[in-house]
């Protein structure tokens, strides 16, 4: 079998050799076992019999060494995985991870454990069944959930898209690889939306273009409070421009109905994604909303990209989209209804048609870009 003599012979020398020679016995067999290409069922019997005789036997060192070398083979049996999972002590997670291949009654067993580091682990792989992931949910474990928002091979749909996205609000870490995402919506991470970064939240924003949202509760108030936008813009502008940020938050805090801490870090923002969305709630348009944000953000390196990028969204991302953001902060509404085929992109990718042709920008507003950009260095300095 494999190149050796019968398993009687092994036996026999097991009993009359000592441990030394089990050891060396152990180690080869299954640096046999993991280079031979795909057994027979009687070998795989064989060395399955002969493994399970010689594990116990052995020295704890030789026991994981083996281990090692055995989890290396693409044809273990439930029960050769048992052997390799018991012996191989703290590698185990770095072999779950990097397994050519796993069964899924031992995936499950191991799963049924609740060792939240092997679970950790297990919950990389690309392999996962239907199964096994509904039970990794169930673990309700912060380092399970961050392992599977960073496993690409897992599609985000139904229940696991609802777990993750529930989890995103919990976990910043979890936020942050699910942003990372292309196959992630993030429209979906809207209220985790002050725990990303500058160019996350800029995707959070871009996730709500030219699409359709349900209606938000706060739609009402900020359309009985839109006729005084103008007004607004010109106390938000002097205020920003003398640096009057806690009188900033107080504003914000009586006009969209946020907590004082949420409108503090809304006037603190200097990259100005989160005051863009409380501009385009109230119907700001793109020119009176850009004074506000030369103001409010930093000066300390050139705005006009940031600004541009601003300009474009004033168009793309509508008062009642920005308006459902907020409620979101406030948490008013279900972002698992923008799962719904009606509030999908309008535009969506596809493979046969070609992308879409980028609009070309108006002059007239990159020069007042560049020009408010000036103007708020001038001030600045």
């Not at 529930?166 to 942003?179: F, G």
Request: aromatic letters at 6%; glycine letters at 4%; one cysteine or more.
């Amino acid at each position: 079998m494999i190149g050796f003599q019968p398993y009687e012979t092994f036996q026999l020398l097991i009993e009359t050799g000592g441990i030394d020679r089990t050891n060396t016995l152990l180690v080869a067999a299954c640096d046999a076992f993991s280079r031979r290409g795909t057994p027979t069922h009687a070998e795989m019997e064989q060395f399955a019999a002969l493994a399970q005789r010689l594990f116990p036997t052995a020295a704890p060192s030789a026991r994981a060494k083996a281990a090692a070398t055995l989890g290396r083979s693409e044809a273990l049996s439930p029960e050769l995985e048992d052997l390799v999972i018991a012996h191989l002590g703290e590698d185990l997670p770095d072999f779950l991870v990097a397994a050519p291949r796993l069964s899924e009654q031992t995936m499950l067993k191991l799963v049924a454990a609740n060792d939240v580091p092997t679970a950790a682990a297990l919950a990389r792989r690309s392999d996962l069944t239907n199964v096994v992931l509904a039970k990794l949910f169930q673990l309700n474990s912060r380092k399970v959930y961050r392992a599977l928002a960073t496993n690409t091979a897992i599609v985000p749909r139904g229940a696991f898209l609802s777990a993750l996205a529930r989890s995103a609000q919990m976990d910043h870490q979890v936020a942050w690889s699910l942003a990372a995402r292309e196959d992630f919506d993030c429209a979906l991470l809207a209220p985790a939306f002050f725990d990303l970064n500058e160019p996350d939240r800029i995707k959070v924003i871009n996730a709500f273009a030219n699409r359709a949202t349900p209606a938000a509760p706060i739609k009402k108030t900020l359309e009985q409070l839109s006729v005084a936008t103008p007004e607004l813009t010109k106390a938000l502008m002097k205020l920003f421009s003398e640096n009057r940020r806690p009188e900033v938050t107080k504003l914000l805090h009586q006009i969209t109905g946020l907590d004082e801490v949420r409108c503090g870090q809304i006037a603190h923002d200097t990259s100005g994604a989160a005051l863009f969305v409380v501009l385009r709630a109230f119907g700001c348009n793109e020119y009176d909303g850009l004074k506000v944000l030369i103001h409010a953000t930093s000066h300390d390196e050139d705005r006009s990209k940031a600004l541009a990028q601003f300009s474009t969204m004033f168009q793309t991302v509508s008062v009642d989209a920005t308006a459902f953001l907020m409620s979101a902060w406030r948490g008013e509404v279900n972002l698992l209804d923008l799962s719904k085929p009606e509030y999908k992109p309008f535009t969506q990718e596809s493979r046969r048609t070609p992308p879409p042709q980028k609009r070309e920008r108006d002059p007239v507003v990159d020069q007042a870009i560049e020009a408010l950009a000036r103007i708020g260095i001038r001030q600045a300095s």
